[in-house]
Antibody, heavy 121, light 108 residues
């Protein structure tokens, strides 16, 4: 079955960097778009970023554009999120999710359990 | 970009029907998806493409979409349905995902 396991979360000071990973298994990773979605403590879900199956097409939410970079290594079945210039408002649980749907109405078919990032001095 | 509006909370007695709405300008042309998130857990897809149900999701969960409002309906509500529910669309003009603010379903 589909399994997504995030790692790399932790406590980091404002302005510093952190890299998250998401190890995928149970499906052909290289065939699917992948996403990061986050959830601040006690708040709702926020879409963060998308990467196409081959890594050629990438999109970001306005709140992270220019600071976060999504990437993937299809040979390792792994998705990454490089987070730079972190701010306290980036504090959240970060979920990776596998794509479902077509190009015009995608949805998040499968989710990992998430990894907590805390930005605090 | 799209803004999706959900009621913050809905309460329902066990065995009754719960309806959670999701409204937004110009979502009439969009397909709406719904997620259930129990406390401390990851979200789970319960409805996609307005009305379709993934395998493993009970038939008690159904979706509808008319004009600028989509509705998630949960029939014969059980205690285990108590969770937060989120609607979601894709904004193809900005290539961004958009979630509603979420609705907390309380089973009385």
């Amino acid at each position: 079955q589909v399994q997504l396991v995030e790692s790399g979360g932790g406590v980091v000071q404002p302005g510093r960097s952190l890299r998250l990973s998401c190890a995928a298994s149970g499906f052909t990773f290289s065939r699917y778009r992948m996403y990061w979605v986050r959830q601040a403590p006690g708040k709702g879900l926020e879409w963060v970023t998308l990467i196409s199956y081959d890594g050629r097409n990438i999109y970001y939410g306005d709140s992270v554009k220019g600071r976060f970079t999504i990437s993937r290594d299809n040979s390792k079945n792994t998705l990454y999120l490089q987070m730079n210039s972190l701010r306290p408002e980036d504090t959240a649980v970060y979920f990776c999710a596998r794509d479902g749907g077509d190009d015009y109405n995608p949805y998040f078919r499968s989710w990992g359990q998430g990894t907590l990032v805390t930005v605090s001095s | 970009s799209h803004v999706l509006t959900q009621p913050p909370s809905v309460s329902v007695a066990p065995g009754k029907t719960a309806k959670i709405t999701c409204g937004g300008n110009n979502i009439g042309s969009k397909r709406v998806h719904w997620y259930q998130q129990r406390p401390g857990q990851a979200p789970v897809l319960v409805i996609y493409y307005d009305t379709d149900r993934p395998s493993g999701i009970p038939e008690r969960f159904s979706g509808s979409h008319s004009g600028n409002t989509a509705t998630l309906t949960i029939s014969r509500v059980e205690a285990g349905d108590e969770a937060d529910y989120y609607c979601q669309v894709w904004d193809s003009r900005s290539d961004q995902g958009v979630f509603g603010g979420g609705t907390k379903l309380t089973v009385l």
